[in-house]
């Protein structure tokens, strides 16, 4: 009777588990491009024309205008490319954009400054939940359950386009 008992909490113990990850698996259309719109915060995932998901974002913490140098707080303006994932990020989860490309790379280079790097769109950590809107460094924010969602459904590669 106890190794029965002690089976079934082990089980029930590995399905609350299980159902706890950040990790999601997705099976359904292909995200073919992401377009984020600056001044309306928001985000969208599409499947060629087709909207799959729209999010609430945040942005940098100067949010008007393409990122031009680091520390600037903006966030870049442009085609990238999703280039990266971070499974381990302080933000929950993120997925890399491609800035700076070689024109923000030379444009920076001419004002004798850093162009910056590491945009993400990630997680919202809990400490920075009661901040503003716009509160990072340039990186696009999300809610870390949209998140889960986001990490599962676009894949390295996938085109991001961001919009004044």
């Known amino acids: 009777m106890r190794f ?28 073919t491009q992401i377009v984020v719109q600056k001044s309306q915060r928001r985000m969208f995932l599409l499947h060629n024309q087709e909207v799959l998901k729209a999010y609430d974002i945040g942005l940098g913490f100067a949010p008007e205008g393409h990122k031009q140098i ?11 490319f999703i280039d990266r994932r971070n499974p381990n990020s302080n933000y929950h989860l993120s997925i890399g954009i491609s800035y700076p490309n070689p024109a ?11 162009p910056g790097g590491d945009i993400f769109i990630h997680g919202r950590p809990w ?12 990186c696009i924010a999300v809610t870390d359950r949209e998140m889960e969602d986001i990490y599962a459904m676009v894949r390295n590669g996938t085109p991001i386009v961001i919009t004044p």
């Open 70 to 80: 680091e520390g600037d707080g903006r966030t870049p303006e442009g085609m990238y």
């Open 127 to 138: 400490k920075d939940r009661k901040g503003g809107r716009d509160w990072t460094a340039g």
């Open 4 to 31: 029965l008992r002690l089976v079934l909490i082990l089980a029930l113990a590995t399905t609350v588990t299980a159902c706890s990850s950040k990790f999601r698996s997705y099976n359904g259309p292909e995200v």
């Open 104 to 114: 923000d790379r030379a444009f920076a280079e001419t004002l004798g400054k850093s």
